[in-house]
């Protein structure tokens, strides 16, 4: 556990230090939820008009574990729609999974505590709703583990409030 707080401080901290940046979609930083196959907190935090760091703090309830995962992301604007955002990315994880519960693909089980550092990419939908300030969106997050497991798919929906 002492490694998801130092990792949750590198964040803050990466996140805290970029502070002042404003997106072509007219706001900064958004917390909020996401839910899907890994469901849990998001922060987003743009560092230029049209990029942004996302820290996710996610649990997998099938699999009974907890992932920090974090995500460099560029953002354009998508079908001329203000505040409607397309953004690609690629990033990191660490996770940390008991072992009776988690199988890599072959559906082979665990015995001892997993964690695994992995890969992420990510591909997104999000709009921007300024009158109530939240963002709503839906992604596509492939991720592989290493060095167990093998490729997956996260695809979930999320509600950030942006300030």
Do not use: C
């Amino acid at each position: 556990m002492r490694s998801i707080t130092k990792l949750t401080l590198a964040l803050a901290f990466v996140l805290f230090a970029a502070m002042g940046a404003q997106a072509q979609s007219g706001y900064s930083t958004g917390i909020g939820l996401r839910g899907g196959a890994a469901s849990g907190l998001t922060v987003k935090h743009f560092i230029k008009s049209d990029a942004a760091i996302e820290g996710i703090l996610s649990t997998s309830f099938k699999y009974r574990g907890t992932v920090l995962t974090v995500l460099y992301e560029k953002h354009a604007q998508a079908f001329n729609a203000s505040g409607l955002q397309w953004y690609y990315g690629i990033g990191g994880h660490i996770g940390f999974w008991e072992g009776r519960h988690y199988y890599d693909r072959h559906h082979k089980h665990y015995h001892d505590d997993v964690v695994g550092v992995g890969i992420d990419g990510v591909l997104g939908l999000e709009y921007y709703i300024r009158d109530i300030p939240f963002t709503i969106g839906a992604d596509i997050k492939p991720y592989i583990n290493i060095p167990s497991g093998g490729g997956f798919w996260d695809t979930a929906l999320h509600v950030r409030y942006v300030f």
